[in-house]
């Protein structure tokens, strides 16, 4: 059962910001909202994580609105190197699986 | 620091065969995740273990089965093989007392001919 549903590819030039919005509506109160990034062939790598509010890393942006039913990832300035498959989870604190989805699938035009 | 490291890379096996495939944690990390990953999806969760037994278990038949070490490290095995098994095999560790933030290792390309 998909806990969380998010758009299927999107493509942005280099240079812009891309949002790229997750819905978690049946969020659970002790579940966290985690983004992965992955290449082909390669393993997700961890990007970010956030429970409520804005969290800020030195690769992107999580914003979560109050009521936490969604989420966004934001990436800034994405470069060729930023096109990859993007999966957002909402594993509970002390949950031992990932599930994921999809994901999407970010494609940066030169 | 070395992160999570997976052997070997590549593998070719032919139906009915089995396979171990083997992973090391990232440092001070405890628990080992295995997930299968078939082109065009996401991982899918295999099991998880935490000293030295198996923790969780996804929907996956008694074929594959797994082993962890006194070092943390891990084998996951896979007997009579199929060609539906064919997939990139991800080990995931993390340190349980934590968030279960989980870092992936590069996984291992698993192809039954």
Redesign the interface.
């Given at each position: 059962l998909a806990k969380t549903t998010q758009p299927i590819s999107m493509d942005s030039y280099e240079g812009q910001e891309v949002n790229i919005t997750c819905s978690h509506n049946n969020i659970a109160t002790n579940d966290?909202i985690?983004w992965?990034q992955q290449f082909p062939?390669?393993?997700?790598?961890?990007i970010i994580?956030g429970y409520k509010t804005k969290v800020t890393n030195e690769v992107a942006s999580l914003f979560i609105p109050a009521d936490r039913k969604s989420s966004t990832l934001s990436l800034p300035r994405v470069s060729l190197s930023d096109t990859a498959v993007y999966?957002c989870l909402t594993?509970g604190?002390?949950?031992?699986?990932?599930?994921?989805?999809?994901?999407t699938k970010l494609s940066v035009i030169p | 620091d070395a992160g999570?490291t997976q052997s070997p890379t590549h593998l070719i096996k032919t139906r009915g065969q089995q396979v171990t495939l083997r992973c090391s944690p990232k440092s001070g990390h405890d628990t080992v995740?295995w997930?299968q990953q078939a082109l065009?999806?996401?991982?899918?969760?295999i099991f998880?273990y935490y000293e030295e037994e198996e923790?969780?278990r996804?929907n996956f038949p008694d074929r594959f089965s797994g082993h962890q070490y006194p070092n943390y490290s891990s084998e996951l095995n896979v007997n009579a093989l199929l060609l539906g098994d064919s997939a990139?095999y991800?080990?995931?560790s993390s340190f349980w007392q934590g968030?279960?933030?989980?870092?992936?290792?590069?996984?291992t390309?698993l192809l039954v001919l």
């Amino acid at each position: 059962l998909a806990k969380t549903t998010q758009p299927i590819s999107m493509d942005s030039y280099e240079g812009q910001e891309v949002n790229i919005t997750c819905s978690h509506n049946n969020i659970a109160t002790n579940d966290y909202i985690t983004w992965y990034q992955q290449f082909p062939s390669q393993g997700p790598r961890f990007i970010i994580q956030g429970y409520k509010t804005k969290v800020t890393n030195e690769v992107a942006s999580l914003f979560i609105p109050a009521d936490r039913k969604s989420s966004t990832l934001s990436l800034p300035r994405v470069s060729l190197s930023d096109t990859a498959v993007y999966y957002c989870l909402t594993p509970g604190a002390g949950s031992y699986q990932l599930t994921f989805g999809k994901g999407t699938k970010l494609s940066v035009i030169p | 620091d070395a992160g999570v490291t997976q052997s070997p890379t590549h593998l070719i096996k032919t139906r009915g065969q089995q396979v171990t495939l083997r992973c090391s944690p990232k440092s001070g990390h405890d628990t080992v995740s295995w997930y299968q990953q078939a082109l065009g999806q996401g991982p899918q969760f295999i099991f998880q273990y935490y000293e030295e037994e198996e923790r969780q278990r996804g929907n996956f038949p008694d074929r594959f089965s797994g082993h962890q070490y006194p070092n943390y490290s891990s084998e996951l095995n896979v007997n009579a093989l199929l060609l539906g098994d064919s997939a990139l095999y991800l080990c995931a560790s993390s340190f349980w007392q934590g968030k279960e933030t989980q870092y992936f290792g590069p996984g291992t390309r698993l192809l039954v001919l």
